[in-house]
């Protein structure tokens, strides 16, 4: 089976065709198609040098937006009277690869 590892939001996911996941929002419609920077292609054989990563496509479709859960974030100085509550929500992304292609 083929996988490629590829970075997108600043992470980097190991991905397979047909899978899904949440990656940081991405600029585009539901129901479009986005195309993923791959750092490793990997068939019968590895593939991570630069001239030969620019032949691999790895295609996603975007599912749907998102958001994630509910963080807390509590700040607290012992003796000091000093707290601090606030909540943040990511927002995210579900894609799924379409396609991973090596170009040749």
Do not use: C, W
Not at 14 to 21: A, D, H, S, Y
Not at 43 to 60: E, H, I, Q, Y
Not at 70 to 84: N, S
């Amino acid at each position: 089976m083929a996988y490629a590892i590829v970075k997108t939001g600043g992470k980097q996911y190991r991905v397979e065709q047909g899978q899904q996941l949440l990656v940081e929002r991405l600029k585009a419609d539901e129901g479009a198609t986005v195309e993923l920077e791959p750092i490793l292609f990997r068939a019968s054989d590895a593939v991570f040098g630069k001239d030969d990563l620019g032949k691999v496509k790895v295609n996603a479709k975007i599912v749907g937006h998102e958001r994630g859960p509910k963080l807390t974030v509590f700040k607290f100085k012992a003796k000091q009277g000093y707290k601090r509550k606030n909540g943040h929500r990511q927002d995210l992304t579900r894609i799924e690869i379409t396609e991973i292609t090596n170009g040749s």
